[in-house]
């Protein structure tokens, strides 16, 4: 489990992750980090993380801004080689190993505009060699799934930024990669729709069950639609605490977030971020 070079407000549980609707867990990680420390010149911004990941498991990172987050996301997809430390997903460790196993969603949609919402969604099958039209029969049942259906040839201009992020969610599962890696989806909605976008999310994880790393600046975000939740200092980050979520992602989110225990925990986790700023 998760341990930082300081001890964590919270222990780590020891039992098998509670039935939120994902995969079941494997005795195998699929993500396996020790020792991981990265720094930029001398600038020093992960300090000997460590973290396993499950099989079907959601953890989600919070912590100050600047503290390292998306560089753990970069390392972790292959897109960085840390300083220190090692890193393992599935049954590679090498840069180019992990960046096959790792489907990686940032905080824009990135959709290209000249296209169809359909074949934006579809790119990676069209990456892999698939005609258009074997690409978007791939896409189109999952358009109908996430609310989508009837905005299949809407070009992105056309659609909200909600419907924005459903496509570059479903983009990022026809990618096909075992491992999801969620930068800060919803950053950038309105407080209304990024609401809405969670419950939605909170639904398309349980029927597309994946590996996910989910990186937000949002406490009840990250507890409501993870299974645990790892708080992170500021820079050079350690873990100082770790939150195991206490309801199910089927319920709704405002039945969710008005628990005691739910409000508790955010309690605890906004004190163990507001500690490690002083």
Request: glycine letters at 8%.
């Amino acid at each position: 489990m998760q341990r930082g070079t300081e001890a964590p407000v919270e222990e780590p549980r020891t039992s098998s992750r509670p039935d939120r609707g994902g995969a079941p867990a494997s005795a195998e990680p699929t993500i396996a980090v020790a020792g991981l420390s990265h720094s930029f010149g001398t600038l020093r911004v992960i300090e000997r993380l460590e973290l396993e990941l499950e099989a079907g498991e959601l953890v989600g990172l919070v912590g100050p801004s600047g503290c390292g987050k998306s560089t753990l996301l970069e390392l972790v997809a292959g897109l960085r080689e840390p300083t220190a430390g090692t890193l393992r997903v599935g049954d590679q460790n090498t840069t180019s190993g992990r960046l096959a196993q790792c489907a990686y969603m940032a905080q824009r949609d990135l959709l290209l505009p000249w296209l169809a919402a359909i074949d934006n969604a579809a790119l990676a099958p069209r990456n892999r060699g698939a005609s258009r039209a074997e690409a978007r029969a791939e896409a189109a049942p999952l358009f109908d799934r996430f609310g989508l259906a009837g905005f299949e040839l809407a070009r992105p201009a056309e659609l909200s930024g909600g419907m924005r992020q459903r496509v570059a969610f479903l983009r990022t599962l026809l990618a096909g990669k075992p491992v999801l890696l969620l930068d800060e989806p919803f950053a950038s909605l309105d407080a209304i729709t990024r609401a809405e976008m969670q419950e939605w999310l909170a639904g398309a994880l349980v029927t597309q069950a994946r590996s996910a790393v989910l990186v937000s600046h949002d406490v009840e975000e990250a507890l409501y639609l993870c299974d645990r939740v790892l708080v992170l200092s500021s820079r050079p980050a350690v873990v100082v605490a770790e939150l195991a979520a206490p309801s199910p992602r089927a319920l709704p989110r405002n039945q969710v977030v008005a628990d005691p225990a739910f409000v508790a925990l955010r309690e605890r986790a906004l004190w163990a971020l507001q500690e490690r700023r002083r």
